[in-house]
């Protein structure tokens, strides 16, 4: 057998509040993972260039455990290997990424992260040529660490003893090498993205990368599939019965669609695959329940320059996109008017206490398919990690930087929810966890209490 040189990247997927978190008081925790999804996919369209010249397989280690390998898949595509990091520091972690290459063939092996966007092809070409003479190759960075290390043997030594996250990182790895009489390389000085003064470096990088090619977007994703003004983000859990009804319904329209599933058990993943064989602009991730938790998860990988939440159980209207596009104009968010199927008894005076709260209260709810820049949605830090209300919170966050427009087309809701418990207790339920909440409450014991209460 042929022995392959073997790259590792370390990254992990793009999740508010553990991706990049040393800048989310800078960004916010949307935004910073918003970063850490651009850079990944920068660094692996580097990839892509290198192995057109080089022959080398690619692995790529995330932080997590194996259950999280399909959301690593379903964001960067099936055509990689995948791992989980397992445990340890960043010393222990790498060492077995390392013993599992040579283990498994490999002829040299380098490790790369994602968080150094100077390295390119032609650097991680270096690295490998640099290997056929040197024992060990180190990309020096500038705040004393290393972007890139990469063995022809397995040298355990170099992982034990170093003070990880510091500057002396490089220093005390070449001072090991050569206590072990390897032969070392290096590579030229690159900057990493780790703090908030990191981040004119990225910035640059975008502007190089627009300056090469007006036309595309600097944070395209890897399927090249064109950048959509729009991102509809649909969180479901367990709706087989409506999200056929509500993709059928976005079809027509050109925009991006991410369905965020929280585990469900019934047939609801196979429905939306079926429509994303037959669509390119479908995207189907998995995310840990919890309303907020997947709509943050669907943002993180969002393209579009506008995010709109919906609800599986929702229709919006035709031409939707142009509505939301003209409602933004001069409107720091938005949401549409409310409509409810079915003709139950004193429906239509819902619909009227919803127009008068949107409207006069500037407070629209999430069945109305809230709206706004994404570039807006990741500087407020995205969703809060609530059980319930988590739109609520949204909202009275955004009622603070300006106007909240309500688009006088409606949206098309479910009857469901009155339909199970009857309108006067479904509101009654409504009003009441809107006042706790207001008396601070906390949102664990209102969920408690919410779900409760509408399971009977």
Known sequence: MIKRDRLIIFTRYPQPGKAKTRLIPALGAAAAADLQRQMTEHTLEQVESLILTTPVSVDIWFAGSEDESHLMRDWLGSRWQYSPQGAGDLGDRMAQAFASAFATGAAAAVTIGTDCPGLDAARMAEAFQALQDHDLVLGAATDGGYYLIGLRRMVPELFVGIDWSTERVLTQTIAIARSLGLKVATLERLSDIDRPEDLPVWEAVLQAKAAQNPAQNPAQNLQERESAPLSV???????????????????????????????????????????????????????????????????????????????????????????????????????????????????????????????????????????????????????????????????????????????SAPVLTSDRRWQKLGILKTTLINQVAVIAYFLGVSPDRIARWYHGKSRH
């Not at 479901?236 to 369905?259: R, S, W, Y």
């Not at 196979?270 to 669509?279: D, G, I, R, T, V």
């Not at 003709?343 to 069945?367: A, K």
């Not at 809230?370 to 809060?384: M, P, W």
């Open 233 to 407: 983000i649909i969180p479901v859990l367990n709706e087989a019965g409506t999200i056929e009804g509500v993709l059928k319904a976005l079809q027509p329209e050109a925009v991006e669609i991410i369905v965020v599933d929280g585990g469900s058990q019934d047939n609801t993943i196979a429905l939306a695959q079926a429509f994303a064989q037959h669509s390119a602009n479908i995207k189907i991730i998995s995310a840990a329940p919890g309303r907020a938790n997947q709509m943050n998860a669907g943002a993180a990988i969002a393209s579009g320059k506008i995010l709109l939440f919906l609800h599986a159980d929702t229709c919006l209207p035709s031409g939707f996109p142009a509505l939301v596009t003209q409602a933004l104009d001069g409107a720091i968010a938005g949401a549409f008017a409310l409509h409810i199927a079915g003709d139950m008894l004193g429906i239509r005076w819902v619909e009227r206490g919803v127009h008068w709260r949107s409207r006069f209260l500037q407070l629209p709810y999430g069945d109305q398919a809230i709206f706004l820049k994404a570039s807006q949605f990741r500087a407020i830090g995205g969703f809060a990690d609530l059980p319930i209300m988590e739109d609520f919170e949204l909202v009275r966050r955004l009622q603070k930087l300006g106007k909240i427009a309500i688009v």
